[in-house]
């Protein structure tokens, strides 16, 4: 069994495709007659053209315009005079082979392009490499590998999907991905999730441990590929795919319905997304509202920091498909697990307890406020709540504060609006936080637990070691108490509490946490129409007993 990211939901068993990574180095060759290498690579561009004008139709065949624009870019690509001339130029001038003057052209390119400060340009280096890395493959005499080859359904093992492979697929043949590298918000993740399919993301090795054909059980839900199952677990998972299958659609009728308990006591059932993408799927399964957008996927998925335009842009896109429904977006969270290539931080010895996401936001103040004030900028256009995560003493809220009325000072000042009424929460995911919950909670509009972060942090018990998961336990009673202390303080102070951590979508747990007066659970999008199905059928009352004789 291999675990990995659960990146989209759902069961497939079927039999690997496995596609190699295309990794070509080239050699610097000397060449006699350099017009016939010219003419083998104008020959080369002739025909990466043709893949890519092939591409692009059945890109916006199978998606959309947009996602074929990336295409677009390419092909126009081979048309500039920077790219194909210097090269062209340098096989001629220097008597090299192709492959050799390309990479090298390339290479010189990306360089130019990582040194310039417009991020529009450099945000090109991915584009470049792509050409370069078809225009290589085409050289050396080979087919595109991949998912235009597959003849029979399949479960695709990469290293990772691109845009290009995925552009190509037989969707009807494909019943699930498992990758080795990226992440929630990568391309393929996010592709998955498009077409519905089950997606494990940031398997270790897989390339080595999985080959073509191999027979595979892949759980999207639980974040597990079998390899070569036996009889009796392949029977297994065939009835969990029914079960899977008739569950999904009884509980399609929950969508429309509110969340409220048999005596009456109405909560909300919202979902957590990692990029302006999933927000579909909050749709597709009735989410009353967003409790957490973990925004530091936006940065994640970049080469360099977003920049508050862009920010604005997709902030102000999921406020505006949610139609007025809540939207909390959290600030940066970045460290711990999670890294930005272009955002060196110096190694830590335990990264969780260190510099990470409030505590460097306060640190890279500029960071921050462009941040906040795409944030601002965006709440004019529908229900925008702004939460700080990480915060653990009453100092870094009143600081972030502080930044977030300066924000509003200079878009005030620069005549821009932003919703005046906007509601500022926080995490509460530090013990340390939870255990002053009574002061912080005068100086903010709402809590929103964290239990992923408060389970790790109450126990002492890293969330990713494997080796001490059997203390990470939801039902801890030191867990379970502090949880109960941030409601009451909240409560005490008339703010509402939230929770956005795994824990809210724990069906076992619901009962407990409704009678402890949860107003709001946020979860996966998967999770919330069967969340929802279990508050219909508890009592608010019988639920405050349970909590009161525990
Ligand atoms: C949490 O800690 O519970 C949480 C929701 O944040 P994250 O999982 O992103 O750390
Ligand atoms: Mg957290």
């Known amino acids: 069994m291999l675990k990995g990211i659960k990146a989209s939901s759902g069961i497939a068993i079927g039999k690997a495709f496995v596609i190699k990574e295309y990794d070509f180095k080239p050699l610097k060759i000397k060449i006699e007659d350099s017009s016939l290498e010219e003419e083998r690579f104008n020959k080369a561009v002739e025909k990466a053209k043709k893949e890519l004008e092939e591409l692009i139709e059945s890109t916006i065949k199978n998606f959309t315009e947009n996602e074929g624009e990336i295409f677009e870019a390419h092909l126009t690509m081979l048309d500039d005079p920077e790219l194909i001339g210097t090269v062209s130029e340098k096989i001629l001038k220097e008597n090299i082979n192709a492959e050799y003057a390309l990479k090298t052209v390339c290479d010189e390119l990306v360089e130019i392009f990582e040194g310039i400060e417009d991020e529009y340009l450099k945000e090109r280096i991915v584009d470049i490499k792509d050409v370069t890395k078809r225009m290589l493959r085409i050289l050396n005499g080979q087919v595109e590998e991949g998912v235009n080859n597959i003849k029979e359904e399949s479960i695709i093992i990469s290293k990772d999907i691109t845009p290009s492979q995925t552009a190509q697929m037989d969707k009807n043949k494909v019943l699930g991905f498992v990758t080795e590298t990226g992440g929630v918000t990568s391309h393929s993740a996010i592709i998955a999730r498009t077409l519905g399919i089950p997606a494990i993301l940031g398997v270790h090795n897989l390339l080595d441990k999985i080959k073509n054909g191999d027979v595979l059980i892949i759980d999207g839900n639980e974040g597990v590929v079998i390899l070569n199952p036996d009889e009796k677990t392949l029977k297994n998972y065939r009835e969990k795919i029914e079960r899977y299958m008739e569950d999904k659609i009884e509980l399609l009728k ?63 896109s999921v406020v505006e498909k949610l139609n007025g429904k809540p939207v909390v977006i959290r600030t940066l969270d970045i460290g711990g697990d999670k890294k930005l290539s272009y955002l060196p931080i110096k190694e830590e010895l335990n990264p969780f307890l260190g510099y990470r996401a409030i505590r460097l936001c306060l640190d890279r103040k500029d960071i921050f406020k462009t941040q906040l004030r795409a944030l601002l900028r965006a709440s004019k256009y529908g229900n925008l709540k702004i939460m700080f995560p990480m915060i653990c003493n009453l100092e870094e809220l009143l600081e972030s504060k502080k930044i977030l009325k300066e924000c509003k000072n200079e878009l005030k000042e620069e005549g821009l609006e932003y919703d005046e009424n906007l509601e500022v929460g926080i995490m509460i995911e530090v013990p340390s936080a939870a255990i002053i919950s009574d002061i912080l909670a005068k100086e903010v509009d709402f809590f929103s637990i964290g239990t992923n972060d408060l389970i790790q942090y109450t126990m002492a018990v890293d969330r990713m070691n494997e080796k001490v998961s059997y203390l990470y336990d939801f039902n801890n009673l030191a867990v379970l108490r502090l949880i109960k202390l941030v409601i009451e303080n909240g409560h005490r102070e008339g703010i509402w509490v939230g929770m956005c951590g795994e824990m809210a979508g724990r069906e076992d747990l619901i009962p407990l946490l409704l009678g402890m007066g949860l107003e709001e659970f946020s979860m996966s999008p998967s999770s919330i129409l069967k969340v929802r199905k279990i508050i219909r059928n508890l009592s608010f009352k019988e639920s405050s007993k349970i909590v009161k004789k525990l």
Do not use: W
């Not at 409790?291 to 862009?310: D, H, I, Q």
């Open 254 to 316: 929950y969508k429309d319905l509110e969340s409220i308990t048999l005596d009456f006591k109405k909560v909300e059932v919202a979902g957590n997304i990692g990029s302006v993408e999933e927000v579909d799927s909050i749709i597709e399964n009735g989410g009353e509202g967003i409790g957490l957008f973990r925004t530091e996927f936006l940065y994640m998925e970049k080469e360099v920091l977003p920049n508050e335009e862009e920010q604005f842009l997709a902030y102000k």
